[in-house]
């Protein structure tokens, strides 16, 4: 196990966080910096992996949880600070995985633990940094539970609710943040944790919101919809409630190359 980020509390040292079972736990120091070039973060995770190898012979289990966030309105943003938040949340975890890949591909098993978070998933205002680069996770996922599924590698993603002290930079509210502060401790998020890293867990390409000691999976669905061969701009405006209507939904599939996507009928 290695501690890659902080509760929201001043951090202990890896042998404290080790239950007294025989477990064992390293510790590897590797930042994102904003300065830091990508070769340089690469490398940083690299020596991440490399420590895990070194210490345990495998790596079964990757959580990638390591993040920032702040609060900044889409028209004061640069593309500057997109790319920070890039970096962090997307760059981190394609060059954690891409180090861990190999020797899970190896071994013909493996799990991946990505996060995202309701700010990309549903949207939140003034975030729009931090829910671009959340989102770009989930999509991220999608491919490497279908590239990973003929090597025995599952990922999924949790879109988790804790409160850290991160959490004044991005909320103004105080009486949001004392209430998360006493009803979304971040300890409550492990359980799901654990449950995707253990052997009963089977799943793979899921997201799942944890909150509080709640748990739900999150999907995206479609409505039946509306078809007509020669669909016009008239007949979409005629046949909206069709369209709008998610009614008989159903959860689509990966795509193959060359697959024509599910049609509804008129």
Known sequence: ???????????????????????????????????????????LRLHLIATTIKHFGRVDLLVNNAGICGSQLFEDATLDDFDHYWRVHLGGPVNTVKAAWPYMVAQHYGKIILTTSVAGLLGIRGQATYAAAKCAVVGLMRILAIEGAEHGILVNTISPAGYTRMHPAAVADPAWLKQSEA?????????????????GCSETNRIYNVEAGAIQRIAIVMGPGFNDPHLTP????ENYAKVESIEGFFEPGPFEPGQIPATAKS
Do not use: F
């Open 183 to 199: 009803t979304m401790p971040v300890e409550a998020v492990a359980p799901a944790i654990v449950w995707l890293a253990s052997d």
């Open 1 to 43: 196990m290695i501690p890659t980020s902080s509760t929201g509390r001043r951090s202990r040292p890896p042998s404290t966080l080790c239950p007294t079972n025989g477990s064992r736990g390293v510790a590897s120091r590797a930042q994102n910096r904003r300065q830091a070039p990508i070769k340089r973060a690469a490398e």
């Open 234 to 237: 008239e007949s979409i405006a």
